[in-house]
């Protein structure tokens, strides 16, 4: 069936780096645009960057822009949110998510289960 | 950004009334292509959010035909005909118009 398992969560020193990957199965990742997505303790979902379904567009949230770069291998169907510099407020459940559109934003209709960062020394 | 506000933040529910719940964005939601980029997503607890409504209006497949969503330029509805105990959760409304992509603060709904 149609799954992404998202894998690289940890705990992380402020300043640190983590990379996440998520895993995409049972559909063809490369037709796919791809979201990461976080949500902290208690918070509400936010959304952190998009990529198209070739690479060629990315898009990010202010908070993360310039440390966070998302990246896609479609030969390994695996998604990636390299984080950089990392802050206590970085600190939550990382989600992928699949687009319904190749190259825009739809809406978000396959999610996986999540990473969870922690940011903390 | 579009600042998404939704109302309430909570709701209690007995089972088999109706219930609804309003988002506001700050900006209006549509598209040069016609289309309002309003989605609609429950999370129930311990699991990610699923999308029920996408684009003001289509349900997601496998989405029962309870959950209808409607609206137009700012304001926008999610309703529920008959509420029941599996709909139990928190429910997001996201605009997908304009990055970055914000979704509105929730509405949780609990079972009377």
């Known amino acids: 069936q149609v799954q992404l398992v998202e894998s690289g969560g940890g705990v992380v020193q402020p300043g640190g780096s983590l990379r996440l990957s998520c895993a995409a199965s049972g559909f063809t990742l490369s037709s796919s645009a791809m979201h990461w997505v976080r949500q902290a303790p208690g918070k509400g979902p936010q959304w952190v960057a998009f990529?198209?379904?070739?690479?060629?567009?990315?898009y990010y949230a202010d908070s993360v822009r310039g440390r966070f770069t998302i990246s896609r291998d479609n030969t390994q169907n695996t998604l990636y949110l390299q984080m950089n510099a990392l802050r206590g407020d970085d600190t939550a459940l990382y989600y992928c998510?699949?687009?319904?559109?190749?190259?825009?934003?739809?809406?978000?209709?396959?999610w996986g289960k999540g990473a969870t960062v922690i940011v903390s020394s | 950004d579009f600042v998404m506000t939704q109302t309430p933040l909570s709701l209690t529910v007995t089972p088999g009334e109706p219930a609804s719940i309003s988002c506001r964005s700050s900006?209006?939601?549509?598209?040069?292509?016609?289309?309002?980029?309003l989605d609609w997503y429950l999370q129930k607890p311990g699991q990610p959010p699923q999308v029920l409504i996408y684009?003001?209006?289509n349900r997601a497949s496998g989405v029962p035909d309870r959950f209808s969503g409607s609206g137009s330029g700012t304001d926008f509805t999610l309703k529920i005909s008959r509420v029941e105990a599996e709909d139990v959760g928190v429910y997001y409304c996201?605009?997908?118009?304009?990055?970055?992509?914000?979704f509105g603060g929730g509405t949780k709904v609990e079972i009377k």
């Open positions: 684009l003001t209006s």
């Open positions: 998510a699949k687009d319904f559109s190749s190259d825009w934003f739809e809406y978000m209709d396959v």
């Open positions: 900006q209006s939601l549509l598209h040069s292509n016609g289309e309002h980029y």
């Open positions: 996201k605009q997908s118009l304009h990055v970055p992509l914000t």
């Open positions: 990529i198209g379904y070739d690479g060629r567009n990315e």
